[in-house]
């Protein structure tokens, strides 16, 4: 499978789930939310 560059915007319970899914399914994720500390925990995993 090649890898998909995805960009999820909005971080609340599904867009950080589907995030993560992403992530860790090899995606090249970006993921942008309203408040920076949001998408913190998510950039250590792996995303933009």
Known sequence: MS????T???LGDMGTALARALVGAGH?????????AEAEALAA???R
Do not use: S
């Not at 890898?3 to 995805?6: G, I, K, L, N």
């Open 8 to 10: 999820v915007l909005g």
């Open 3 to 6: 890898e998909t560059p995805v």
């Open 45 to 47: 995993e792996g995303a």
């Open 28 to 36: 090249r994720t970006t993921v942008w939310n309203r408040t920076a």
